[in-house]
């Protein structure tokens, strides 16, 4: 098992890492030390690993509530949901959290432990290699608005993430390659040489190989880990994280959340990115060519085909990432480094949009 | 015109106390930086005040979303209001919301300036003796749940508060003297002085003397902001700001929000908390009928005649000073002087409930 802490101050919390966490271990019922517990999960996850996590906590007598699954029910409705159960139990501040499943789960169950009573706490028990690698650490939680991605949450740290390699086992391929892109995106961002890994490793992770996996659901933490503890409310290097993400969010938004997976959208976005990055000669053609590569054959989709260019722009200026000093995109600098930049001209952005789209709609 | 600092690190914040600040005053124009602005006020204020803000703002064109006006509105749904209007305007991190109103309006504008895209800044404007004095201050926001206060929200302070003495000539005198609850509030939990000032006070008080408000507001503002800096998460002392509130908060769920205003159901609930001070022989009785002679003479209620002790009880368990632990409430160890303590017997809450109420819904 790998243990990372994310460091920040009173408010640190340790990451735990390998097979097997959720099966009564001591780590998950030592992961909380409250008495009234409350376990957010979906349809999905829930006749997996729902029982195994109750049964470890039999003696406290933890409360379930199964939402549906996806991401079109991130919203503040959702979000009601989990209050209202929280009222329902009669939870007092000192209660927790469990937050079993995905990043919809995590980010909806996040939210209602910063807003339950202005703030209770919450664990992070992810299920997906998104989960695992990106939404479970760090503290953003959110829900979506119709017209936008992540518009309403808040900064609010987990006390503890535990990522239980097994529960990969049972992930479709989909979801797998989606969680992919952000582990490809930490390569890109910051780390050439584990971009290199994943361009050899990458059959191995497909093939569920677990020493494989396990190493890179460790790197990607640390890099966020690393991150978060330097900017934890992302008013400089943790905007890094969203490489691709500017672009994505238009397209999972247009797409109406359901159509693409979140990291399938980042991998159409981060092409986006790697093409405005070599059009402005950031970075030669070349290496956006080879992104496409290995985004391809993580199985990850690099075009939107139905999608017209104009309307990913326009929802792109709705995106938190633009201030009001105009839209800024994350970009390459070289393999291995991203910078915020302001955005370029309008018709580069439309030009490398509109290589990975079709102007039909 | 008096500035009280709320030392908070890097999120400290002025407090102006003065008359005429919303009359394009420079404090008010320098009060943010922000270019996207958004004012948040209500069906009542609107007419009063708004068009001066507007005015002081008018070379940033700021926009407004008038509110209808009550406590049975803040609820999410108003906070959703708040947070489509900020998406349809397009708004940025750095934009801002001004909170224009009492307290239901500084707690929803204030809840929804937290969650916007995570946070983003917002001022205090408040109109009310009750917001001037209490809600303003401090960063508690929040709304309401149908099953109990308060229950959603966040820790978020303003950038700023300008309390404005003028707005109190339009405030009708039951807002008033709901406000004078609250000032009552903090010359019993912690000067004594303050109490017996205002004991002789009172008279200019409720004829709308301007130097007696004055120095009213101030010395309310100078008492919290004092708390709030210790313990700006409520995990101890700032929980004595909270007394006669866990009676008070049963008394408004009951009669359904719009009752009772809130500053009303506070008078009640320290009177309630009085007496049961004076039961457990920690203040003489001779203080607790003291204490209901000032409420009296402030034109506030002390017993809620409709409402049955045992609902009031009931209701106190839901409140969120309950703890896993068991129910905590504030009672006064003498005039000027608070702490909290585990509740005491059923009998001794509902015989001090009793007297305050008549047991017939």
């Known amino acids: 098992m790998d243990t990372i ?18 099966d009564g271990s001591d780590i998950l019922k030592e992961s909380t030390p409250a008495e009234q517990l409350l376990l957010v999960t979906n349809e999905t996850i829930s006749p997996l690993y729902l029982e195994r996590v109750e049964a470890a906590f039999a003696d406290r007598k933890p409360r379930s509530l199964i939402l549906p699954d996806g991401e079109q029910y991130k ?29 919809v789960i995590g980010d909806l169950a996040g939210f ?18 998104l989960a695992q690698v990106d939404s479970s650490v760090g503290g953003k939680t959110a829900v979506n608005h119709p017209q936008a991605k992540n518009m309403i949450g808040a900064f609010h740290q987990p006390i503890a993430v535990l990522a239980d390699t097994n529960t990969l086992a049972t992930l479709p391929p989909r979801e797998l390659a989606a969680g992919l892109a952000e582990v490809i995106k930490y390569g890109l961002i910051q780390d050439l040489d584990f971009f290199c890994w994943l361009e050899e490793q990458l059959p191995a992770l497909l093939g569920q190989d677990p020493e494989a996996l396990r190493y890179a659901i460790r790197r990607c933490c640390e890099i966020k880990a690393e991150i978060v503890a330097q900017d934890e409310h992302e008013h400089g290097r943790r905007a890094l994280l969203n490489f691709g993400h500017t672009f994505g969010h238009a397209i999972e938004a247009l797409g109406g ?6 990291g399938e959208a980042v991998a159409i976005g981060m092409q986006m990115a ?11 053609s070349a290496d956006a060519e080879r992104i496409g590569v290995l985004l391809e054959q993580a199985g990850l989709p690099t075009s939107a085909s139905e999608l017209a260019g104009d309307n990913i722009l326009n929802r792109m200026r709705l995106d938190k990432k633009a201030g009001s000093h105009g839209m800024r995109v994350i970009l390459l600098d070289r393999l291995g480094s991203a910078a915020v930049r302001p955005a370029p001209d309008d018709q580069v ?13």
Do not use: M
């Open 257 to 262: 959340y359901g159509k693409w997976l979140h």
């Open 349 to 361: 952005l439309r030009s490398a949009i509109g290589r990975h789209v079709t102007a039909g709609q």
């Open 274 to 284: 790697a093409d405005t990055s070599a059009a402005l000669g950031l970075i030669d």
């Open 5 to 22: 802490t994310v460091n920040l101050g009173d408010r640190s919390y340790p990451i735990f890492i390998g097979s097997g966490l959720l």
């Open 75 to 103: 919203t503040l409705e959702g979000f009601g949901r989990i209050i209202d159960e929280l009222i329902e139990a009669r939870f007092h501040r000192d209660a927790c959290i469990l937050a079993l499943g995905g990043g």
């Open 112 to 129: 209602a432990a910063a807003s339950y009573q202005r703030g209770i706490d919450f664990v992070q028990l992810p299920t997906t290699l």
